[in-house]
Structure formats: structure tokens, C-alpha cells
């Protein structure tokens, strides 16, 4: 039998090979950005590479999603291996799409080459002949929580039932027989380092339109009902309720107005927003999304409008698995050195990973490696060597550990994870977070 670090030596001189390869892959999804299931073009590209080397691929998974799987023939653990197709919406960003404003603040692009990287390394013959069980890597849609008009058209079409990528993922069976998964995800705290552990919040989304009625702005006001002094109520009511907020549950709202009204000179009788409502346990989002709905009913009530509030699922708080974690580390360093991982604190963003650490012992670790302001328009990869070549060596060295000797690390780590939730119960709770309730006066 060959031992780890000779596996690992083989993995390390099959990925040597192909640096540049898989990195213009990253950059041609970076110059072709395409939002939350959209990704069309970034999927195929992905699709098409794992076909040519020889994975059994599933396409069009929830739209734009796929799963490529390499079966080593022994029965034994299932470790996923994750990335994410999505870019954002920020149209003044360097690498921003001109027509549709979609661009890569958030790194997924690099995302997508760690996974490649650590697929390169597993596809050669000398590592996985010592592999038990199955790796599966899986490109998911969407994680960006965004564009939720559109998204919703999309629930009201049946083509999917949540906002998520991962989430329709759990939904359509694909972690059923999963034990373990892993994402490296880029940022930028104490460049050069790969951060371990930390946690993230949670959150649901809401949509929000008020309706009133139009009359003339100038001439006659009087026989209007103002939609956005609605809106602008509810929101100065939502600022006040910030010291109710508690510290301990990281809480964020930050509502947007997607919609101001139609034309000046009417008084504005459609206006919707959309808000994240955040935190970093369920109890907090649902107390926090109780004051929300009583700040937008009291604009509508306030100036005679009607007011239609929608909550959709989003994600639940993400809680890192400590032992896979452990094992991670030790990968992580030893090709960056002790000295240059650190440990993450909790996050105050959310990441639909929350979702999949609620059912299998999952890890997000942190290649540090950009520059600029996360979802700003200076967010980019600095270090693409850190970023996809190293991050994508120490998931798939992990992975070695783990399903090395019969699986036995891998055993221990999702023989000892208990999980928050059955399947079952997540897909439960998700669907209770639902609602759509309209107020009138």
C-alpha cells in the first residue's frame, strides 16, 4: 500500500503539471461573470473539462448546477468537494459584465480553479488507486442572495423551490449518501495565510411592496396614497428598533428600495424593497423578522397604503466541523507553514455552506489571497497561486487522509458529527421560514 505522503507527492506533481491550465479556466469565468441561475456559460465550461477528463458528469441540476464523480470501485465515505458558478451584481466593478453588471467580487471564479486543482490531483491513477469510497465535486448555482424577483419568478415556474444553489442541491438528493464536504471560499484577512474554523450568520429574505394610489404630484397630491413615505416610515421604524438588537446575535437588516415610484410627477403608488434579515441563531432572525414585518405594517398603516410581505428561506448559520478542520490544518501547513494559518472569527455574512454544515460535517476555509472590499468594486484576487493552486492541494490532500487506509479518518470524523438535522427536518425548517402576508388598512 502506498502511504500518504507518497500519494500525496504523486497528487502534488499532477497538479504541478496543469497550474496554468486550470487557472485560464478561472480567468475566462472571471472575464464571462453570469449571476445566480444564470450561469449558463460557466457551467459548460466547467461540464465540458470534467467530461474531457473522464468524470460521469451530471448537468443542469437546479438550472445550472453539475456533479462529477470519481468512484474508486471500494466501498467507503462520500467527501464532496465544492465550488460556486455565481458572480454578483456590481457594475462599476473592473471585471463587471457591461451589459448585466455581473462580476466576481466574491471570488467564486477562484473557487472553481481550487476545485479543479484538487479534481487534477485525485484523477491520477498512483492517488486514487489508494482512495476507498467516492469524491464527488460539485459547481453550485446561486449562493450569492440575490435578484430575488427574479429568483421568485423561478419558484413561481417550479423550476426551483429555494433561493439557494446548495439548498436545491439537498433538496434534489445529491447529499443523501454525502459524509463530509468542503469549499475553500477567498478573502482577504492577513494576506498570504489560509484561515481555518470560524462561523457564519444566518438570515431569511424578504420582499416588500407597498401599494397606494397615484394622483397628480403637483396639482393634487391630496387624492394619492404615497407608497414611498410608506417605505420611508418603515425603514426610519426599522432603525429604530437597532438597540434592540443584541451584540452576542451579530443582527444585520439592510433593506434596499428596488423600486421608487414611476414618474415624478405622480405620486408614487408601487414601491418595493428588498432586506436580509440576519443573525447568527434562528431564534434572533425570527425575533428579528417579527420587528421587521411590524415596521413595514406600520408605514402602510401610517399612510393609508397596503403593504405585501414575502419571506423566503435563506440560509441557516454555519457552524465549521472541528476535527475535519483539525485535519485540514495540518494539510494547510504544510504547504504554507504554520505560522501562515489562522483562525477565523464568526462572520456576520451569510453562505448557504451554513446549510450543508447543518446536515454533514462540512469546513469553509478561507484562502486569503484578494485585495479590496468584499462585493466592492476593488474586490480582486491578488495571489492566484494561493488562491487555486494551494487551496485546491490542501482540500485534496485532506481528501487523501480521509479516504486513505479504508476510509478509517473520514469514519471517525462523520462517526463522531452530530448532526443539527436530518435531511427531513432541514427541508421542514427551511419551508417554515415561508410566508406572504399583505396588510391593509
Known amino acids: 500500500m502506498i502511504e500518504n505522503h507518497v500519494a500525496k507527492t504523486f497528487f502534488a506533481s499532477a497538479i504541478d503539471g496543469r497550474v496554468d491550465e486550470i487557472k485560464r479556466i478561472s480567468l475566462d469565468i472571471l472575464n464571462h461573470p453570469e449571476s445566480g441561475y444564470r450561469e449558463y456559460r460557466t457551467s459548460k465550461l466547467v461540464a465540458d473539462w470534467f467530461r474531457t477528463n473522464g468524470f460521469h458528469v451530471q448537468a443542469n441540476i437546479a438550472k445550472t448546477g453539475l456533479v462529477a464523480t470519481l468512484d474508486t470501485g471500494k466501498t467507503g465515505p462520500h467527501v464532496a468537494i465544492l465550488g460556486e458558478l455565481d458572480a454578483l451584481v456590481v457594475p462599476k466593478h473592473l471585471y463587471a459584465n457591461l451589459e448585466t453588471g455581473a462580476a466576481h467580487a466574491c471570488g467564486h471564479h477562484a473557487q472553481i480553479g481550487s476545485m479543479l486543482t484538487a479534481a487534477v490531483g485525485i484523477l491520477d491513477e498512483s492517488v486514487n488507486k489508494t482512495l476507498t469510497g467516492k469524491i464527488s465535486f460539485m459547481a453550485t448555482p446561486a449562493e450569492e442572495y440575490i435578484e430575488l424577483e427574479y429568483r421568485q419568478t423561478l419558484v413561481d415556474n417550479g423550476e426551483i423551490e429555494f433561493f439557494g444553489g446548495k439548498q436545491e442541491f439537498i433538496k434534489r438528493g445529491f447529499f443523501d449518501d454525502v459524509n463530509i464536504a468542503m469549499l475553500t471560499h477567498t478573502g482577504g484577512e492577513t494576506p498570504g495565510t489560509l484561515g481555518i474554523g470560524g462561523s457564519n450568520n444566518g438570515m431569511v429574505g424578504k420582499t416588500i411592496r407597498f401599494r397606494g394610489k397615484a394622483a397628480h404630484a403637483g396639482g393634487s397630491p391630496h387624492l394619492g396614497i404615497n407608497s414611498l413615505n410608506a417605505a420611508h416610515i418603515a425603514l426610519a421604524a426599522i432603525h429604530a428598533q437597532r438597540e434592540t438588537f443584541r451584540d452576542s446575535d451579530t443582527v444585520r437588516v439592510h433593506p434596499i428600495i428596488t423600486k421608487g415610484g414611476s414618474a415624478v410627477n405622480s405620486v408614487p403608488s408601487d414601491v418595493r424593497l428588498e432586506t436580509y434579515v440576519r443573525a447568527s441563531n434562528v431564534p434572533a432572525i425570527l425575533q428579528t423578522s417579527q420587528k421587521v414585518d411590524r415596521a413595514f405594517r406600520a408605514g402602510a398603516l401610517a399612510t393609508g397604503a397596503t403593504v405585501q410581505i414575502t419571506t423566503n428561506?435563506?440560509?441557516?448559520?454555519?457552524?465549521?466541523?472541528?476535527?475535519?478542520?483539525?485535519?485540514?490544518?495540518?494539510?494547510?501547513?504544510?504547504?504554507?507553514?504554520?505560522?501562515?494559518?489562522?483562525?477565523?472569527?464568526?462572520?456576520?455574512?451569510?453562505?448557504?455552506?451554513?446549510?450543508?454544515?447543518?446536515?454533514?460535517?462540512?469546513?469553509?476555509?478561507?484562502?486569503?489571497?484578494?485585495?479590496?472590499?468584499?462585493?466592492?468594486?476593488?474586490?480582486?484576487?491578488?495571489?492566484?497561486?494561493?488562491?487555486?493552486?494551494?487551496?485546491?492541494?490542501?482540500?485534496?490532500?485532506?481528501?487523501?487522509?480521509?479516504?486513505?487506509?479504508?476510509?478509517?479518518?473520514?469514519?471517525?470524523?462523520?462517526?463522531?458529527?452530530?448532526?443539527?438535522?436530518?435531511?427531513?427536518?432541514?427541508?421542514?425548517?427551511?419551508?417554515?421560514?415561508?410566508?406572504?402576508?399583505?396588510?391593509?388598512?
Open 313 to 441: 428561506p435563506g440560509y441557516l448559520p454555519a457552524k465549521y466541523d472541528d476535527l475535519l478542520t483539525e485535519l485540514y490544518r495540518h494539510n494547510a501547513a504544510s504547504l504554507i507553514g504554520d505560522d501562515n494559518i489562522i483562525r477565523l472569527n464568526h462572520g456576520t455574512g451569510c453562505t448557504d455552506m451554513g446549510d450543508v454544515s447543518q446536515i454533514v460535517a462540512a469546513i469553509q476555509p478561507s484562502a486569503n489571497a484578494t485585495s479590496g472590499d468584499g462585493h466592492g468594486i476593488d474586490y480582486v484576487v491578488d495571489n492566484y497561486d494561493l488562491a487555486i493552486t494551494k487551496a485546491g492541494k490542501a482540500m485534496g490532500m485532506t481528501v487523501i487522509d480521509l479516504l486513505s487506509k479504508n476510509g478509517e479518518k473520514a469514519k471517525n470524523i462523520f462517526g463522531s458529527f452530530h448532526a443539527p438535522m436530518t435531511i427531513d427536518e432541514y427541508l421542514r425548517r427551511m419551508r417554515s421560514f415561508r410566508s406572504n402576508s399583505t396588510y391593509e388598512d
